[in-house]
T-cell receptor, first 117, second 111 residues
Framework: GAGVSQSPRYKVAKRGQDVALRCDPI?????LFWYQQALGQGPEFLTY????????KSGLPSDRFFAERPEGSVSTLKIQRTQQEDSAVYLC???????????????FGAGSRLTVL | DAKTTQPTSMDCAEGRAANLPCNHS???????VYWYRQIHSQGPQYIIH???NNETNEMASLIITEDRKSSTLILPHATLRDTAVYYC????????????FGQGTILTVHP
């Protein structure tokens, strides 16, 4: 497709359940990012892939959060044993991944809104 | 990345120019100024970026002061669809998409 596609758009989980959020980036985009956006706040960086390599996971809040991109295209963000504080919108973004100023020109998906009860 | 400061909210009349300010007094020489916006229930959308020269594209203009300590995003003829949160971000080429969004400015365009 023309844009970044995320699914599901909405997910309700009971505390303690595992969830998986999917991101389908723009075809040919080398770099892929996950951001977390709490209600009323700006997005916060979680992790970054270049092709299948996870180059930065410094923003992942705990070891319950895990992201993968095994074939360098589709990515999955997995949250194990969800807690109420995990409730947020999870945004995926992709970019061509070239250096210079264009490296920070990201195309975002609409996000997956996770609510943990 | 350098910290940026923006007003919490602004209003603008439809059809008028919207001028959104941003302070980035600690910006370093290799950092660019990026603007994104986020319309309700959507992901952020890239608008424009610049280093030290003024920039213009089909969406907006970016004016950066000579000392690079502040900038202004200009939407020349605001429409109701421009109502959104606008984020000003300072980042270098080595940030590789790891952006610090902050709180942004809530722009409300009124009929």
């Amino acid at each position: 497709g023309a844009g970044v596609s995320q699914s599901p758009r909405y997910k309700v989980a009971k505390r303690g359940q595992d969830v998986a959020l999917r991101c389908d980036p723009i075809s040919g985009h080398v770099s892929l990012f996950w951001y977390q956006q709490a209600l009323g706040q700006g997005p916060e960086f979680l992790t970054y892939f270049q092709n299948e390599a996870q180059l930065d996971k410094s923003g992942l809040p705990s070891d319950r959060f895990f992201a993968e991109r095994p074939e360098g295209s589709v990515s999955t963000l997995k949250i194990q044993r969800t807690q109420q504080e995990d409730s947020a919108v999870y945004l995926c973004a992709s970019s061509l991944g070239r250096g210079g100023s264009g490296a920070n020109v990201l195309t975002f998906g609409a996000g997956s809104r996770l609510t943990v009860l | 990345d350098a910290k940026t400061t923006q007003p919490t909210s602004m209003d603008c009349a439809e059809g008028r120019a919207a001028n959104l300010p941003c302070n980035h007094s600690t910006i370093s020489g290799n950092e660019y100024v990026y603007w994104y916006r986020q319309i309700h229930s959507q992901g952020p959308q890239y608008i424009i970026h610049g280093l030290k020269n003024n920039e213009t594209n089909e969406m907006a203009s970016l004016i950066i002061t000579e000392d690079r300590k502040s900038s202004t995003l200009i939407l020349p003829h605001a429409t109701l669809r421009d109502t959104a949160v606008y984020y000003c971000i300072a980042a270098g080429g080595t940030s590789y998409g790891k952006l610090t969004f902050g709180q942004g400015t809530i722009l409300t365009v009124h009929p």
